[in-house]
């Protein structure tokens, strides 16, 4: 008996060990949303709304090109500056977007592995129960 008692501890390690590389990948994965949803949190939160305030001063200018050139040219300007702004925004916007694909790529060549790795614990598993199996048959005939 004290064989088949070393067998089940055995698998018993196996399977724990395996749990563990589980554990850790599903940490990994976790982490990395994580800071990928904390990134796209803080560009919302720091963006601000550039459009609506381009809207505005550009019918502002409309109205200052008729009273006074040189207001309209500051309101040009200023016009200009939304512009950059919300181009910038747009970058960043693209940047979030990269990082996401990113995100997305690492979390499927984890989800790949993990399953190749399910695999191959599957195989060992039924590999052992093979062999406990057998020597309990063994162990019945000698008695």
């Given at each position: 008996?004290?064989?088949?008692?070393?067998?089940?501890?055995?698998?018993?390690?196996?399977?724990?060990?395996?749990?563990?590389?589980?554990?850790?990948?599903?940490?990994?994965?976790?982490a990395i949303a994580a800071i990928a949803g904390?990134?796209?949190a803080v560009y919302r939160f720091l963006t601000?709304?550039?459009?609506?305030?381009?809207?505005?001063?550009?019918?502002?200018?409309?109205?200052?090109?008729?009273?006074?050139?040189?207001?309209?040219?500051?309101?040009?300007?200023?016009?200009?500056?939304?512009?950059?702004?919300?181009?910038?925004?747009?970058?960043?916007?693209?940047?979030?977007?990269?990082?996401?694909?990113?995100?997305?790529?690492?979390?499927?060549?984890?989800?790949?592995?993990?399953?190749?790795?399910?695999?191959?614990?599957?195989?060992?598993?039924?590999?052992?129960?093979?062999?406990?199996?057998?020597?309990?048959?063994?162990?019945?005939?000698?008695?």
């Amino acid at each position: 008996m004290s064989k088949v008692d070393e067998l089940i501890a055995a698998l018993k390690k196996e399977e724990k060990k395996k749990t563990n590389i589980l554990v850790w990948v599903l940490a990994i994965v976790g982490a990395i949303a994580a800071i990928a949803g904390i990134a796209y949190a803080v560009y919302r939160f720091l963006t601000p709304d550039y459009l609506e305030d381009f809207e505005e001063d550009f019918d502002d200018d409309l109205e200052d090109c008729f009273e006074d050139e040189d207001k309209a040219d500051d309101k040009h300007e200023e016009a200009k500056k939304s512009e950059a702004a919300v181009e910038e925004a747009k970058e960043a916007e693209e940047a979030v977007e990269e990082a996401k694909e990113a995100v997305a790529d690492a979390a499927e060549a984890v989800e790949d592995a993990v399953s190749e790795k399910a695999e191959e614990i599957k195989a060992n598993v039924a590999e052992a129960a093979a062999q406990a199996a057998e020597a309990v048959e063994k162990k019945a005939e000698e008695e």
